[in-house]
């Protein structure tokens, strides 16, 4: 199997392929169908190596590429079994069949890597340890971080940052643009180093969306004690749970309207009926009622409001069972990644 190589086009001598070439040759064949191949995770310096062959290559003749095409496919249908390849990818593998602890222990055995780009390690990581860095860490690391990281997921955490900590982060992105590469390469690997290191938590979720998660469903008035009283003791904790916790008075300000539909469908009808009733005759509650009878077909919309004054007056528990379960949906939907809830000022 033979090639031209640019540099000795005029040469009578043709050259034997190597695997690596081999390797550009069917990268190219695959870009040429219009398909892509996840080369970013790859090291870095087969990257480049891959790089450096196909700029050498002028052109090969059809049945040099037939030839390796043919070669390639006799190799893919041979392999029985494909494995991870690296730590990381073993890991996501084994995802909830191993303890975290174990989890931790075999990152921190295997390090880093000196061709893992740390930034790809950063962006698979959830967002409340993101959270953490970006509150903790200097507003430069914090503007580094976000650049760095895929648009949508550095508004994300944006999001989640109280609002004069985002102010002072935003500002800095602005002089990111003198940092060298090699300086936000060790900036990612120390985030890395840092977040493998740290102990491995009994809880699933940070002790902000745990305290939010219970106050969804407690009774208003118990939700809103709890909350003056953590603020007087602690009010970035408190700031944090009021962002994490969603009730019924949250729709308007965080429910895309479009997806409102979605959640109708989702509750029963007698119970998402008992709701709007309930939030109907509530100060806070009444324009989230509205909201959703606004973002829906008006003949249902309808139907709903005559089921609701036939309904009469409710219990306040029977209310307020019926907008948690209202709000269920909206969770359950959310995790399900069908509708995404937009973040609120606090």
Known sequence: MELQPQSEAAAPRRKALSRRTKAAIIVRLVE?????????????????????????????????????????????????????????????????QISAHAAAELRREAGLGRDRDPWVRIAELDAARLVRVLEEESVEVGAVMLSKLPVPRAAELLGQLPGERARRISLAVSRTAAVRPDTVRRIGQAIVERLEAEPPSAFAAEPVQRLGAILNFSPAATRNRVLEEIEAEDAS?????????????????????????????????????????????????????????????????????????????????????????????????EEAGEIVLTAEEV
């Open 32 to 96: 040429a169908g219009g398909l892509s191949l996840p080369l970013s995770e790859r090291p870095e310096a087969q990257q480049a190596a891959l790089a450096r062959d196909m700029a050498r290559l002028r052109y090969i003749d059809r049945a040099t590429l037939e030839a390796v095409a043919h070669e390639f496919a006799e190799e893919r249908e041979g392999v029985g079994l494909a494995f991870p390849g690296d730590i990381d990818r073993a890991l996501a593998v084994l995802e909830g």
């Open 237 to 333: 904790f408190a700031e944090g749970v009021r962002r994490a916790i969603f009730t019924f008075a949250n729709i308007p300000a965080r429910i895309d309207p479009r997806d409102v539909p979605k959640i109708t469908r989702e509750v029963d009808q007698a119970e998402l009926i008992r709701a709007l009733a309930a939030a109907s005759a509530l100060e806070e509650e009444k324009a989230a009622a509205e909201f959703i009878l606004a973002n829906m077909s008006q003949r249902m919309a309808g139907q709903l409001r005559e089921e609701m004054e036939a309904l009469g007056k409710l219990r306040p528990e029977e209310g307020e069972a019926a907008m948690n379960a209202v709000v269920a949906a909206i969770r359950a939907l």
